[in-house]
């Protein structure tokens, strides 16, 4: 049954149906829609029929047009060429409230809800359910939860959506776009956050709205994904469309070769042979408070470790609390000798840096230039005095530029205005100005294309090999799998056990993150 | 990738930026608007006049500009030039320094001291108590203007020797080499706050606190001294306020610096400054403080509107100047 490296099982689906064999009607026809900002065109002549009943696959790198696509297709933007049908009929879609009115949902790849409100508040926000003139709380929480249990996870409808993890709020998310009537749904890496046990339930669903003759439009930068719940696949390069197959028909190499234009090489680095010598974290009976208790491990120079486990299993809080910027006591040794970390400088000052997994708020200030982010976090290095060393600035960004290969026209961009991979690379370069021994990252490749992925993979590795260490915390576990040494797993807040080398399978992984032997490592289809 | 390259020259024609123009152009405008409705606007005293009237709110808002960018709001300034000009004089009628230069540099020293200190609480009290910056300086300035108050018995506060009152009205109404002592003061002040906030790696952690704390946070950065510091320049800028001001009338009472904190918010945002942190424009908020006097001077000189509605303009324009802001915000 286990299966590591190839988790997921392309035939298993038995509702998957041959489009060509049995075509539906269609119900959203894109013909040779284009879409220029400026003089630039970032959407050429791209067709596309989705089917009612059919999962529509769309991937492409960052920066391949997906994204432009589907705000076309939900109304957030209108095309400069080319025409959208709807039933067969030409239709402009006025704006997304319009394109709901039609049918049309979009679940957004960004989070998008109010984090005041419970779940429930924003999943029915604006069209809250009324008896008389009072707000019927009851109804709605019951709703609410009656849909997020359709994902087969326990979220408390009724706190507030801040304190719920990202995975909570995404699934969240997607029920809320789905609590709409709709004929269309549109999916943006729906999964990019969750966990396979909650991918495993989104795919479930996926396949019920499509029993129900919804058409789905999926984009996902996991193939395997694509490759388990798709019937055809669209692949975008460069603004244009590349082909249109069946899926059935392709494996997830012949998709990474579509999406990149060449062949891709092996997407994980050789591994270097476990390293033995003592370690330089270690960290004993830590607890943080309310989330994690008596977790102790450590980390060798030269090793990469990995984190795994389900959301809510305290992966981050962990290292949230290590570095001070949460509640939590425990021991922390670096080279033996103990250490207290109040907060994140005294951390970086020992050389032990941590990545965050939300680098859109947490990581980078993305309203802000390049360079900026770039020594904010070891802005004393680029101090003359009380002074700033604009020119040494301006040299090291070069020099990360080139470093991680971070792929941009223009130096003064603002860091929001890059894709997710660059971000990702300039969030990893800005930790590395700090020099450290240690490096934490959360979430290293979450929402990040298969090429950067790669060249992440080769970054942790290249880490490891300067004789840092390296900790990984990843709810993906192919990854995790493919890059680490040692694999800890959590689960609800303890240190569940540890995998190494050749027992590192996804489903030794799950048995850990969940407690049971329940099969889900053979596949999340 | 392909995007990012594609946002490039997008990118590059924002840089020059009319948000950061516009209140200079406004003030332009409004200046030339004022020589049209009276001659005497563009004399050398009614200008030098208008200068030396902003600088309070000018030097209390280039403070204020500081604790906006970082994320913070500060509503006692007003009170706090009332309380530190009370103490100020009450030390200048002390007495005890006979030669009233050293006399008058004393109590300048005393003013700063004790304005960096009123700053201190309120930074401290809203980063350590964890309290809403709006709730703190709410309540501080309560605090402030009762003490000068209760200092003044409800009356007023008035520098007795006139050896020292005489010597003192210097700072206000002398000049070096026919620039005015205030103008010098503005500039001064300006200077040093735009230098904090652009070229020191202070400024930048400011910038970085208000733009987003959390990855200042993340970053390793002491979120809450960064804050703190910031009211304690914002006291010292009050201070530096109210020692060129306690010359102009030698007095202080419960109406010293009244509305202040409006006028120098108005200023800030009026320059340019987001309200919720992260950019601060220093010479915009120049800008805005002799925006809000040259719009006065102008309603003194001209029989256009009655000066009574002075305080309408002015909430009028901030509430325009946000207008703007949004307008220039949505075209981006």
Known sequence: MPEPREPIEPQSDPNRQDPLARPAEPVLEAVGLSRAFGPVEVLSD???????????????????????????????????????KLDGAPVAL?????????????????????ADLTIAENMFLGRETRRGLALDDRAMNRRANEAMRAFGVDTPV??????????????AQIARALAVPHRVAIFDEPTASLTPVETKALLGLIRDLKARGVAILYISHRLEEVNAVADVVTVLRDGKKVATRPAAELTPVDMARLMVGRDLLALYPPRSPAPSGAPTLEVAHFGAEGYVEDASFAVRPGEILGFSGLVGAGRTELFEALFGLRKGSGEIRLDGRPQTWPDARAGMRAGVVYLTEDRKSKG???EEELSLNLTLAALDKYRRGPLVDRAKEAKALDAAIQRFDIR??????????MSGGNQQKLLLAKMMELDPRVVVIDEPTRGIDIGAKQQIYRFIAAMAAEGRSVIVISSEMAELIGVC????????????????????????????????????????? | MTQAVRDAPVAAARRFNLGAVAPFLALALICALGATANGRFLSFDNITNVFARSTFIAAIAVGE????????????????????????????????????????????????????????????????????????????????????????????????????RAAYRQVYFGDLFGVPYPVLVILGVAIVGAFILYSTAYGRHVRAVGSNEDVARYSGINVARVRTITYVLQGLCVAIAVVVYVPRLSSASAATGLGWELMAITAVVVGGTRLKGGV????????????????????????????????????????????AQRGLARGR
């Open chain 1, 46 to 84: 791209v067709s596309l029929v989705v089917r009612g009943g059919e999962v529509h696959a769309i991937i492409g790198e960052n920066g391949a047009g997906k994204s432009t696509l589907m705000k076309i297709l939900s109304g957030h933007l209108t095309p400069t060429r080319g025409v959208l």
């Open chain 1, 158 to 171: 009724d706190v507030p959506v801040e304190r719920l993890s990202i995975a909570q709020r995404q699934l």
């Open chain 1, 364 to 366: 980078l200030l993305l």
């Open chain 1, 485 to 525: 040494h040692r694999i800890v797993v959590m689960r609800n807040g303890r240190i569940a056990g540890e995998v190494a080398g050749e027992a590192m399978t996804e489903h030794a992984i799950v048995v850990l993150a969940t407690g049971v032997d329940t099969g889900i490592g053979g596949g999340v289809a």
């Open chain 1, 94 to 114: 006025a704006g997304p409230v319009d394109a709901e009115r039609r049918g049309i949902v979009l679940v957004h790849q960004e989070i998008m809800l109010a």
């Open chain 1, 408 to 417: 941009v026209g223009d130096t003064n961009l603002l860091a929001g205005q």
């Open chain 2, 280 to 323: 601060g424009r220093v010479w915009g908020t120049i800008a805005g403080a002799l925006i809000l006097e040259v719009i006065g001077n102008i309603m003194l000189l001209s029989n256009l509107v009655s000066e009574y509605l002075i305080g309408a303009v002015q909430g009028a324009i901030i509430i325009i100047a946000m207008l």
């Open chain 2, 65 to 164: 500009t500081l604790v906006i960018t970082a994320g913070g709001l500060d509503l006692s300034v007003g009170a706090m030039a009332a309380f530190v000009a009370g103490l100020e004089i009450l030390f200048l009628n002390s007495g005890l320094i006979d030669n009233p230069t050293l006399l008058i540099i004393a109590a300048m020293t005393l003013s700063l001291g004790v304005g960096a200190l009123c700053g201190l609480f309120n930074g401290l009290t809203s980063t350590i108590g964890k309290i809403e910056p709006f709730i703190v300086t709410l309540g501080t300035m309560g605090i402030f203007r009762s003490l000068l108050t209760w200092l003044a018995q409800g009356g007023s506060i008035t520098i007795r020797n006139n050896d020292v």
